[in-house]
């Protein structure tokens, strides 16, 4: 009898969360800050949270974003002498690592953040000592 080796199936999500067309909210944050939040759409679990966490870590454009994964709610602030111009861009940088994001969580396992899967080989068989004849 020989043991094969099981291979663990391998379950590709395609990630598509995206910005809506509407629905920023708006909140006055003292006399020099306002924060905005904006409630993201598709799927969001915990693997696409991790890629999020990772991707949002690597730049200060990216740390600015702040996600609630329960409510799948981002949100950020800008200073309020800053107006809608720069409001867009800044929506602009978040839909930018959200792209990031869902390239990143859709790899499959073995190549997220260039860590390998443990390779589940076959077991190994025990050795067999070999006796020398002179």
């Known amino acids: 009898m020989q043991a094969t080796a099981l291979e663990e199936p391998v379950s590709t999500v395609s990630y598509d969360v995206g910005l809506p067309e509407a629905g920023l909210g708006w909140q006055k944050v003292g006399p020099l800050f306002e924060r905005y939040s904006i409630v993201l759409e598709g799927l969001i679990d915990d693997r696409w949270v991790e890629a999020y966490r990772r ?41 930018g690592m959200l792209d990031r994001v869902n390239r990143e969580a859709s790899r499959p396992p073995e190549s997220l953040d260039g860590r390998q899967r443990p390779n589940r080989a076959a077991p190994r068989q025990p050795e067999t000592k070999l006796s020398r004849s002179r």
């Open 55 to 95: 991707i949002s870590s690597i730049s200060p454009n990216f740390s600015r974003f702040r996600l609630d994964p329960l409510s799948a709610r981002v949100s950020f602030t800008c200073r309020a002498t800053d107006g809608p111009v720069e409001v867009m861009s800044v929506l602009k940088i978040l839909g």
